[in-house]
């Protein structure tokens, strides 16, 4: 991580002072603590929890909340590292597509960090849920190439829909945990900020 | 520039992992690696949440009771013994229960190995299940994976990855899985596979002369896709006939089937290890 000062986002207001080192790493650390508990949950309680064919996808709402809180660059980060880490730990049978699709989530939505802060719950949540549905597709996409053969109306009924139902009520409460840790102040870190 | 960097890891590390033959080559041992060292903490962790699953299966069942007016009155009566407290863990030991006798009929072959799955994918492609037993325990690649049901017995899958503490099972329903199967009353065989319905199969190459009819049973017929043996050995019960595809102008006809285990409802199963020579041949795919 680059030693440069971080720039720091206050209630949208991009006031140009900077983050002590301890608090920037304080920041990280529930970062990653996040994406450890959140992986956790997502591959040993929630398969156990759907509804139809549904699961909900905690993953994406802690990718989200952490690209939202510190930036594209961390977001993608977390995207990659949990991602790679369900795919090493759960028998998915697949390396690196997990990891590639929340990498994706993560960057796109760190661009949003650089916006002042959304004073209501939908923008976010909106965003976790467009989040859930690209990954969905985009896993879907990838089992099709593999060979795998599903009714797009089953898939949509039964699989995409509930997870899109279930990932939304997840995602409030994801938001707040990462508020409490990551909200104020909010932080893009080193090389998404224009200098 | 670091994005970038991840993305080209990510697709270098999916491209070498599918172009790794069979479950052999560093990637595929990477993960069994991983999944070797995390298995006793998955099962710390199934175990903890185990009391959380069961109230949401019990709370999922009771929706879905209420469905079936057919057999409302019953399963009313089963839910409410269920609704006092400590039914829950009667449940498990109604699923361990299930397992007594599951294998007896291979014994002379395979050794029972009975197993608690551990972890499902986090996904909704449910395809593979790991469970908590290894190569220690002499469980091999193609190892028969079977699941109590009431009165009997069932297919679930086969072994697909093994470390000295774990396994990963495929499950019948997985796209790549195929079977050959006979239904044996009208002694007709045909291939098994999954169906584009999730958790449904579906059975082809089944001759238009032999007459199949819904709730029939099927079973494993002892030879593969291509004919040759099969890592199955016959006779294991899989599903049940639900309908025969409609009249075309091939000679085969296609059969639906209905699973006798839905493995996404699976907790434990037993797994048979070969231990005659007949046995470990099979496994070896010889």
């Excluded at chain 2, 006779?235 to 309908?243: F, K, M, Y």
Aim: charged share 15%.
């Amino acid at each position: 991580m680059s030693t440069r000062p971080t720039r720091v986002l206050t209630a949208g207001r991009s006031s140009a002072h900077t983050l002590d080192v301890p608090e920037r790493g304080r920041a990280l650390w529930a970062v990653a603590l996040m994406a450890l508990i959140g992986v956790l949950v997502q591959v040993s309680l929630l398969p156990y929890a759907r509804v139809a064919d549904g699961i909900a996808d905690i993953v994406v709402s802690v990718v989200v909340a952490a690209a939202l809180f510190r930036g594209s660059l961390v977001g993608a980060v977390t995207g990659f590292a949990s991602g790679m880490l369900i795919e090493l730990t759960a028998p998915i049978g697949t390396l690196g597509v997990l990891a590639l699709l929340y990498l994706i989530v993560g960057s796109v939505c760190g661009r949003y960090c650089e916006r002042a802060e959304a004073t209501a719950l939908l923008p976010p949540m909106v965003l976790i849920v467009a989040a859930t549905a690209f990954v969905q597709l985009g896993y879907g996409s990838v089992q099709l190439l593999l060979g795998t053969s599903v009714f797009a109306v089953d898939f949509t009924a039964r699989v995409l829909v509930p997870t899109l139902i279930l990932s939304a009520l997840l995602g409030p409460l994801v938001l707040v945990v990462a508020r409490r840790l990551l909200g104020e102040p909010r932080v893009v870190e080193p090389f998404m900020m224009p200098r | 520039m670091i994005v970038s960097a991840l993305v080209v890891v990510c697709l270098a590390t999916f491209t070498l992992f599918f172009r790794e033959a069979g479950d052999a080559g560093p990637l595929h041992s990477l993960q069994s690696g991983v999944s070797s060292i995390v298995a006793p903490v998955q099962k710390g962790a199934t175990s903890a949440v185990r009391p959380l699953r069961d109230l949401w299966g019990w709370s999922t069942s009771l929706v879905n009771a209420r469905d079936r007016a057919a057999t409302l009155e019953k399963e009313n009566a089963r839910l409410n013994a269920f609704a006092a407290a400590g039914q829950i863990d009667q449940e498990e030991l109604r699923q361990q229960k299930l397992l007594n006798g599951v294998g007896e009929d291979y014994k002379t072959d395979y050794a029972r190995v009975p197993a608690e799955l551990i972890g499902f994918p986090p996904t909704n492609w449910y395809a593979r299940g790991a469970l908590y037993v290894g190569s220690d325990s002499g469980v091999v690649v193609n190892s028969p994976v079977l699941a109590g049901v009431t009165g009997g017995e069932a297919l679930v899958g086969k072994i697909t990855s093994v470390t000295p503490n774990s396994s990963v099972v495929t499950f019948i329903t997985e796209s790549a899985f195929y079977v050959g199967i006979t239904i044996p009353d009208p002694r007709a065989r045909g291939i098994l596979q999954a169906s584009s319905t999730p958790g449904q199969l579906v059975a082809t190459n089944i001759p238009r002369e032999r007459r199949v009819e819904p709730g029939q049973v099927v079973a494993t017929g002892g030879f593969s896709k291509i004919d040759s043996p099969s890592v199955f050995p016959p006779g294991i019960p899989v599903g049940l006939v639900t309908s025969v595809g409609s009249p075309d102008p091939d000679a085969q006809q296609t059969v639906q089937v209905k699973p006798f285990v839905d493995p996404r409802s699976v907790s434990y199963v037993v797994v048979l290890a070969p231990t005659s020579d007949m046995a470990k041949r099979r496994a070896s795919g010889r």
